[in-house]
T-cell receptor, first 113, second 111 residues
Framework: KAGVTQTPRYLIKTRGQQVTLSCSPI?????VSWYQQTPGQGLQFLFE???????NKGNFPGRFSGRQFSNSRSEMNVSTLELGDSALYLC????????????FGQGTRLTVV | LAKTTQPISMDSYEGQEVNITCSHN???????ITWYQQFPSQGPRFIIQ???TKVTNEVASLFIPADRKSSTLSLPRVSLSDTAVYYC????????????FGKGTLLTVNP
């Protein structure tokens, strides 16, 4: 079956702009979680959505937001981009939530200039 | 907030058994321990998950002592393709749990 698909794979934005990233989970998976990965901070949890509801949130400012649609597809939005937002953004889907096996996409590489 | 500590890097040779230990002194009662593997430019891949004692699957074993303050991922007979970063993940329990990833251990398998 198809894996987790993230689009776009690469993105370059300017400071102050906003960006929307998309994640299509594995069919049948209702949980989608988002992570930020940087060389300095490593892998950090952003938030998790389950059946269109945000169920869990990490320690990120309100500029980072997300949503999940009825077909479980999810989008993540970052407003007022800062240089420090440059990172690899990973999406993962699972059947039952963050404690079950999560399947990750290949990520979106965001560069803020 | 359960903080995890892993070695930054480890070196091994093909065919050897590799053990990577993760410390999580403040692990909570409801927490599970999960290990992921990540190759460059790819998302992490689930390896194994456990709560206590020992768990084994087709690729690895996970040893968790009774106090659960640490865990050891054991990879039998590693090959060059096992060169990757390995992450220890502790999931905190409760209604507002947060996931804590370790910094990761870069395992380099040499021929």
């Amino acid at each position: 079956k198809a894996g987790v698909t993230q689009t776009p794979r690469y993105l370059i934005k300017t400071r102050g702009q906003q960006v929307t990233l998309s994640c299509s989970p594995i069919s049948g998976h209702r949980s989608v979680s988002w992570y930020q990965q940087t060389p300095g901070q490593g892998l950090q949890f952003l938030f998790e959505y389950f059946s269109e509801t945000q169920r869990n949130k990490g320690n990120f400012p309100g500029r980072f937001s997300g949503r999940q649609f009825s077909n479980s597809r999810s989008e993540m939005n970052v407003s007022t981009l800062e240089l420090g937002d440059s990172a690899l953004y990973l999406c993962a889907s699972s059947l039952g939530g963050v404690y079950t096996e999560a399947f990750f996409g290949q990520g979106t590489r965001l560069t803020v200039v | 907030l359960a903080k995890t500590t892993q070695p930054i890097s480890m070196d091994s040779y093909e065919g050897q058994e590799v053990n990577i230990t993760c410390s999580h002194n403040n692990i909570a009662t409801n927490d599970y321990i999960t290990w992921y593997q990540q190759f460059p430019s790819q998302g992490p891949r689930f390896i194994i998950q456990g709560y206590k004692t020992k768990v084994t699957n087709e690729v690895a074993s996970l040893f968790i002592p009774a106090d659960r303050k640490s865990s050891t991922l054991s990879l039998p007979r590693v090959s060059l393709s096992d060169t990757a970063v390995y992450y220890c993940l502790v999931g905190e329990g409760g209604s507002n749990y947060k996931l804590t990833f370790g910094k990761g251990t870069l395992l380099t398998v040499n021929p």
